[in-house]
């Protein structure tokens, strides 16, 4: 058996029967955690008075949207407009240009970052209508059969509706069932009329109930039509009586520009669905109301706190890292939810606001575990050099990741020996 120094943990994150004391105003409960064989054993209450120097921990996150197959792809395929037209245009250049290998590079490095940066599922969507869509598919399996146990990676075939209705979409539907991944596209502005959407939007939905596999769509990623793919889709769902099968719309910035009454009917259409959505800020935030010469005075993104009122099942994701549609990021849960109070005013002390990263991601993911420790539950943990909340938003934290009982070596280990070089004397400052 072994335990752990006491930490500062989010009482959402704990057992909710289990016996501990009130959580104080950050939300937090001081506990010793007691593990053995990969498991936790134990949950013990700390007795005040307790200090307010120990270690902020979490379970370790899940991030439900990204792009491995694209990842660290900027750099050979620049966006320099920062615009949404430069990042299409990049995108499909270095869409005519990519191979398998160059694939199981990128997102090797890419699932290296999670884990040491301590996620533990991710769920990446996949150009799949490409010259090498099938090599590219085949690598990404054979990094999720390499990674499982470590981080959980599921795969969303990405192709326009049409290709759906096609034989080569028909073919490409079924290898997507049968490696258990989801069918995925793009709805509403810009990318494509409507009315056609909607039809094929229907012949899509019906072909993921005939093979039982989940549907992650893009949805109205756009700054300037309010929700018309949402629209279709409640519309739709309303008249075929539902899906047998899990929805997720990830994006869905236009809903955010309906007026309140609206928005908060659709929601609820939404929630009555059983539909869930995934927020996106960072790539959202990047190119959405970008204008030449002026400042963006509207810039949406999913409205986050209206659908969780609502009762929408929501999660965030870090969706685009180094490539054509946003330059940034590092597959990092701690970026997200350190400037999640910036840039989506979600307040990580609130459950509403942590849930996202943690156990709504994991539900919307249906892993097998949510994310809150109790006994039996894994022994796996992010421990962060922060004592509080405000302490986490002063700065970037050190960390620490337990995975299986057994602590992981510090992410900034697998920084190249340069940038190592430059951090020694810092590092050692402080």
């Known amino acids: 058996m072994n ?19 009130p959580a104080d105003r950050d939300g937090l409960v001081t506990v010793r955690i007691e593990h053995a064989e990969g498991r936790i054993t134990a949950l013990q209450p700390v007795e005040p008075p307790v200090s307010l120097e120990l270690p902020l921990a979490l379970t370790p996150p899940v991030d439900p949207h990204v792009h491995l197959d694209k990842a660290f792809s900027a750099t050979a395929f620049p966006n320099p407009s920062g615009t949404m037209g430069g990042a299409l245009e990049a995108n499909l250049r270095e ?10 590079q990128r997102a090797g490095l890419a699932l290296e970052r999670a884990w040491r940066h301590g996620l533990r599922a991710l769920r990446s969507h996949v150009d799949s209508q490409a010259p090498a869509a099938l090599e590219v598919w085949e690598a990404l399996q054979q990094l999720r059969a390499r990674w499982a146990g470590r981080v959980d990676l599921q795969l969303v075939a990405l192709a326009p509706l049409g290709h759906w209705r096609t034989a080569d979409g028909a073919l490409l539907a079924r290898r997507v069932a049968s490696d258990g991944g989801l069918l995925g596209s793009v709805v509403g502005t810009p990318f494509s009329p409507l009315a056609w959407d909607a039809e094929g939007l229907e012949a899509l939905l019906a072909q993921a109930e005939t093979l039982g596999c989940g549907l992650d769509l893009h949805i109205d990623e756009n700054d300037v039509a309010p929700a018309h793919g949402v629209r279709a889709l409640v519309r739709l769902l309303a008249r075929r009586g539902g899906c047998r099968v899990p929805i997720t719309c990830s994006h869905a910035t236009g809903l955010a520009l309906l007026p309140p009454a609206p928005l908060a009917r659709l929601a609820e259409r939404l929630a009555e669905a059983g539909v869930a959505v995934v927020a ?24 986050i706190q209206q659908l ?123």
């Open 308 to 430: 969780q009122a609502a009762g929408v099942r929501l999660a965030m994701g870090s969706d685009n890292v180094q490539d054509p549609w946003y330059p940034g990021g590092d597959f990092d849960p701690v970026e997200l939810l350190r400037l999640a109070p910036v840039l989506s005013h979600q307040l990580p002390w609130r459950r509403r606001g942590l849930a996202p990263f943690t156990t709504e991601a994991s539900r919307l993911l249906d892993l097998p575990w949510d994310g809150v420790l109790r006994e039996g539950s894994p022994a796996d943990l992010l421990v962060l050099g922060a004592s509080s909340w405000g302490d986490l938003l002063a700065r970037p934290p050190r960390r620490r990741v337990l995975r299986a009982g057994q602590w992981l070596p510090s992410p900034d280990q697998e920084l190249p020996s340069a940038l190592l070089a430059a951090l020694e004397a810092p590092v050692a400052s402080g």
């Open 95 to 104: 869409l005519g240009q990519r191979r398998g290998e160059q694939v199981l």
């Open 3 to 21: 335990r752990l120094e006491p930490l500062r943990v989010p009482r959402c994150l704990l057992d909710p029967v289990a016996s501990l004391p």
């Open 280 to 303: 996106l800020p960072f790539t959202n935030l990047w190119l959405l109301g970008k204008r030449e010469g002026t400042t963006p005075l509207r810039r949406p993104q999913a409205p």
